[in-house]
């Protein structure tokens, strides 16, 4: 599929070192694909089934972006959802006075502390909205989703073993998941008090718990419903739902946003 930044990239690579460029894998067809007459991905054929019949979700998908049907364009461009996770809820996200204006002041400062400025893990939840693409990685009792972004991958435990009662914090919690028909439903919790749910700043607290409900109801489409129960910075649980595009024939590239970086020390706000 064409992607700017990624043909931008094999080009140069093929002029430079012919063997690496081959290695990146940008645009190999891939086994399995459902394909139109003229050789092209069907995004509107049927979701795929695994061996049991549960949906098999697994695939590369970027964010959907507004009047985009398709990955094609989505590479490197960001969707509404990154920088306002609320963007599509009718007055937005239903801050709590303090968490409304922390959202202000981080706004105000250009996100400075943004742990994505400061090549930080940016939690679960920002997994599924960054410009970079994603995998999905469904196993029968793991479920995986690695991300382009700094080599991050996120684990989900599939195995009926029990939610923990008093974690201790980490960037993507603690997800357990199990199937509700064809919808893998994830509940997590054990979260940094850090955290960041956009590039706005909506604050994510320890004690918050996130449902995640991932349905693939064609090929090209996984919709992603993300309800957000956190009293502590938000008036009410809010659901959001973050369609993800399928990218097939290409692959992850490896990337940090370390290597060369030069940028971090100008991030000084107002």
Not at 123 to 145: C, D, M, Y
Request: charged share 25%.
């Amino acid at each position: 599929m064409a992607r700017m930044r990624r043909r931008f990239l094999a080009l140069w690579l093929v002029a430079a070192t012919p063997a690496f460029a081959a290695a990146q894998w940008l645009t190999y067809p891939a086994a399995g694909v459902p394909r139109l007459a003229d050789g092209r991905p069907n995004p509107d054929a049927p979701a795929p089934r695994q061996a049991d019949g549960k949906p098999d979700l697994s695939g590369i998908f970027y964010l959907a972006l507004p009047g985009v049907g398709s990955a094609a364009t989505a590479d490197y461009v960001a969707a509404p959802e990154f920088f306002d996770l609320g963007a599509k809820l009718p007055g937005g996200l239903p801050y709590q006075p303090w968490a409304a204006a922390l959202v202000k002041e981080r706004m105000s400062q250009f996100a400075k502390d943004d742990p994505i400025g400061i090549c930080r893990p940016i939690g679960a939840v920002r997994l599924l909205t960054l410009p970079p693409p994603r995998k999905f990685v469904q196993l029968p009792t793991l479920f995986l989703i690695l991300s382009e972004r700094d080599v991050t991958f996120r684990q989900i435990f599939m195995d009926g073993r029990p939610s923990l009662t008093d974690p201790e914090p980490t960037w993507n919690g603690y997800s357990t998941g199990r199937w509700d028909g064809d919808t893998l439903v994830v509940e997590t919790i054990g979260f940094r008090d850090d955290t960041w749910l956009d590039r706005n700043g909506s604050p994510l607290m320890a004690g918050a718990r996130v449902t995640e409900r991932f349905r693939r109801p064609t090929y090209g489409r996984v919709e992603v419903a993300l309800t957000v129960d956190d009293p502590k910075a938000y008036l009410r649980p809010w659901t959001v739902t973050l369609t993800q595009i399928a990218a097939p024939d290409t692959e992850l590239l490896d990337y940090h946003c370390m290597d060369n970086e030069k940028d971090a020390g100008r991030l000084v706000g107002r």
